[in-house]
């Protein structure tokens, strides 16, 4: 139980730098102000902007009722369905727990904001996306979003690459799996 209990350090410290950088922003500067331009090559902006919506303010139009069912209530139930399905199954080797871990601390973080921010998500990263899909600058994102999407694709990437032979899993054996073994 140690190896699953372990990973959720890393979803406390995504969900501590995630919602100390928002709050950071917040107390700050205004919303919707230009703060700095990093590098000074136009490449990363801090802007302190707000989403009432999901990813690329997807559903932002839709009526102010439908809004907690679609971007509170569903993600809930997602994240609760992640977490059960994590200490239910014994199928995630470590790194896809550390992945999991690191998707569930973005994802309570910007469940958080929906809940207890009602000006919307603070996104605050802006960075050049050089015309790439017709986009001069990628959307407006946060350190949650990063998480999500980081842990996503290493958690999906890690789906589709073959176990070696002491990888580092620490799942204990389904017990068809030890009967198999010569003693």
Not at 57 to 68: A, R
Not at 74 to 94: G, H, K, T
Not at 149 to 170: C, H, Q, Y
């Amino acid at each position: 139980m140690k190896h699953k209990l372990l990973p959720f350090i890393l979803t406390l410290l995504t969900l501590g730098a995630d919602q100390s950088s928002k709050a950071f922003i917040a107390a700050r500067w205004p919303q919707n102000s230009f703060i700095t331009d990093v590098f000074g090559n136009e490449f990363l902006h801090i802007i302190h902007v707000r989403n009432k919506a999901i990813a690329f303010s997807l559903g932002y139009n839709l009526p102010e009722w439908v809004k907690p069912l679609l971007f509170v209530l569903v993600p809930l139930a997602v994240l609760a369905l992640l977490i059960r399905y994590y200490f239910v199954s014994n199928e995630f080797n470590a790194l896809q727990r550390w992945s999991v871990a690191g998707i569930l601390g973005g994802g309570i973080g910007n469940l958080i904001d929906r809940i207890f921010r009602p000006d919307g998500v603070v996104d605050f990263i802006s960075v050049k996306f050089y015309g790439f899909l017709g986009l001069e600058r990628w959307p407006t994102f946060n350190v949650a979003d990063s998480c999500v999407v980081v842990f996503g694709i290493l958690l999906f990437v890690t789906m589709f690459r073959p176990e070696k032979a002491g990888s580092g899993d620490n799942r204990t054996p389904e017990p068809q799996e030890r009967r198999g073994r010569k003693k």
